[in-house]
C-alpha cells in the first residue's frame, strides 16, 4: 500500500489565488520530508526539507516567501504556493525517508499537478 | 561533488529484447543506488536498490542492476522486456551530509518498448 499520500492530485486555479499541498506520511512517523519539482521529461528538482517543528531548508534560488512550508506533525507537511502564476505550473511530488536510515529508499507521493492560469 | 547521470534521454526496445537503462555516479564514500519508474503524472517508484554485497541486486517487475566500482555505474536492466514497461527511469544516489541524507537523481531516461 501507500507510504505516502498527497493531496490533491490536481489543482486548476486563476492566477493569484494560494494553493496548499498535503503530505502525509502513512507508515511511520517523518521528522524530515522533502519537497519536489519537476518540469516536463525533465528530474525531480529539491525544494525544500521540511523539517518537524522547525523552520524548512529550502534549496538556494527557492523563494521562501513564494513557497512556504509547513511541518507542524510527525506525518504531515504542507506546501502553499502563494499568489500563484502560471510559471509556478507544476508537477510537485513529496517524499519521505524510509525508516530514517541511510540505506532505505525515499517513498515518493503520487504528485500534485499545479496548473496556473 | 555528489552526481549521478543518465547519459540517454531516451531508450527505445521492441517488445521481448533485453533492455539496459545506463547509470554512472560520482560520490566521494560508498554510494547507496537507486532505481525508481515513474509512470505519467505519478510519483516515483522505488525498483531496486544497491547497499552492500552482491553487485547484482534484483528488484521489482523482473528489474535487475549490476553495481561496478570500476566504471561507477549502476546500470538498470531486464531480460525480456514489456510494453508496460515504458516510462521514465530515475537513477539516485544517497549520500550521508551534515543536514542529513541527501539523494541525488539523474536527469532521468524514457524507455519505450515498442510491441
Known amino acids: 500500500g501507500a507510504v505516502v499520500s498527497q493531496h490533491p492530485s490536481w489543482v486548476i486555479c486563476k492566477s493569484g489565488t494560494s494553493v496548499k499541498i498535503e503530505c502525509r506520511s502513512l507508515d511511520f512517523q517523518a521528522t524530515t520530508m522533502f519537497w519536489y519539482r519537476q518540469f516536463p521529461k525533465q528530474s525531480l528538482m529539491l525544494m525544500a526539507t521540511?523539517?518537524?517543528?522547525?523552520?524548512?531548508?529550502?534549496e538556494q534560488g527557492v523563494e521562501k516567501d513564494k513557497f512556504l512550508i509547513n511541518h507542524a506533525s510527525l506525518t504531515l507537511s504542507t506546501l502553499t504556493v502563494t499568489s500563484a502564476h502560471p510559471e509556478d505550473s507544476s508537477f510537485y511530488i513529496c517524499?519521505?525517508?524510509?525508516?530514517?536510515?541511510?540505506?532505505?529508499?525515499?517513498?515518493f507521493g503520487d504528485g500534485t499537478r499545479l496548473s496556473i492560469l | 561533488a555528489q552526481s549521478v547521470a543518465q547519459p540517454e534521454d531516451q531508450v527505445n526496445v521492441a517488445e521481448g529484447n533485453p533492455l539496459t537503462v545506463k547509470c554512472t555516479y560520482s560520490v566521494s564514500g560508498n554510494p547507496y543506488l537507486f532505481w525508481y519508474v515513474q509512470y505519467p503524472n505519478r510519483g516515483l517508484q522505488f525498483l531496486l536498490k544497491?547497499?552492500?554485497?552482491?553487485?547484482l541486486v534484483k528488484g521489482s517487475y523482473g528489474f535487475e542492476a549490476e553495481f561496478n566500482k570500476s566504471q561507477t555505474s549502476f546500470h538498470l536492466k531486464k531480460p525480456s522486456a514489456l510494453v508496460s514497461d515504458s516510462a521514465l527511469y530515475f537513477c539516485?544516489?544517497?549520500?550521508?551530509?551534515?543536514?542529513?541524507?541527501?539523494?541525488?537523481f539523474g536527469t532521468g531516461t524514457s524507455l519505450t518498448v515498442i510491441p
Open positions: 517524499s519521505v525517508n524510509g525508516g530514517g536510515l541511510s540505506n532505505q529508499p525515499q517513498h
Open positions: 544497491y547497499i552492500t554485497g552482491d553487485n
Open positions: 539516485a544516489v544517497r549520500v550521508l551530509s551534515n543536514t542529513g541524507n541527501q539523494f541525488y
Open positions: 521540511s523539517n518537524e517543528g522547525s523552520k524548512a531548508t529550502y
